[in-house]
């Protein structure tokens, strides 16, 4: 069919079969036509195997399609099926599968639709869903070299922030400890139907081959991360003693050994400080 890529043609659709948008669900659709074939160029779509999460009412996916090798589209809401059935008309490469992204089991699907081939995810993500659905991709470890995601501003800025600035937090390590995250460009509220509040940003997430920095306890330094910032205006000690169950004394005593202040903060601290810091308190910890 037509592009589908303006405000015309996805009112059209909407009228044509009584869809209604989605608080619930984030559902903000993409009506520039300039910004899908940059995700999917950027994103490393061609001649790859691609998983899309929310594809909305396929406008992506067709950029996604021309370009990859096969596409797997995860779509949450029901209501939309009939939509994609003739906006992805014609597409023998697309497979849409209707559930829950962050519920089903995506080791299980990769190997079903790609067999042992890697993959890149593509995906225009609802808002209230970016850290649990990126962190839950990274977290697997599944067959994926990269995660290029459209995310709100604010959120692109903390997840691809510098360790060790003031822009960071817990989520930006853990991103950091999986990959290797950039801002690719900005989106403008004005490209979405209905428009959302805020401007977005598209960012790539290259995942690395071996997590780092290794740390002995990777749950203890996760641990340890979301201790650290659950107080970020605090000195480190506190919310670390806090949320280890250790005495701060300890606590001092670690940071002392690694050369750190005792009155250094969470965004202060770089990824492999924090992993050298989990193992200097390793073993003083308990559940």
Known sequence: MENIASAKAVKELCERYGFAFSKSLGQNFLINPSVCPRIAELGGAEGANVLEIGPGFGVLTRELARRARRVLAIEIDQAVL????????????????????????????????????????????????????????????????AVTVMVQKEAALRLCAQMGTRACGAVTAAVRYYSEPRILFQVSRGSFLPPPKVDSCVIRLDLRKEPGPQAADEALLFR??????????????????????????????ALSDLGLSSSARAEELTLAQFAALSDRLGGQTHE
């Open 82 to 145: 009939p939509v994609l059935d003739e906006t992805l008309a014609g597409l023998d490469n697309v497979r849409v599968l209707h559930g829950d992204a962050l519920k089903l089991d995506l080791a299980q699907l990769l190997r079903e639709e790609f067999g042992d081939a890697p993959a890149v995810v593509c995906a225009n993500l609802p808002y209230y869903v970016t850290s649990p659905m990126i962190m839950s991709l990274l977290e697997q470890r599944l067959p994926i070299e």
């Open 224 to 253: 340890l991360i979301r201790a650290a910032f659950s107080q970020r205006r605090k000195t480190l000690a506190n919310p670390v003693s806090t949320g280890l169950s250790l005495p701060k004394e300890t606590v001092l005593a």
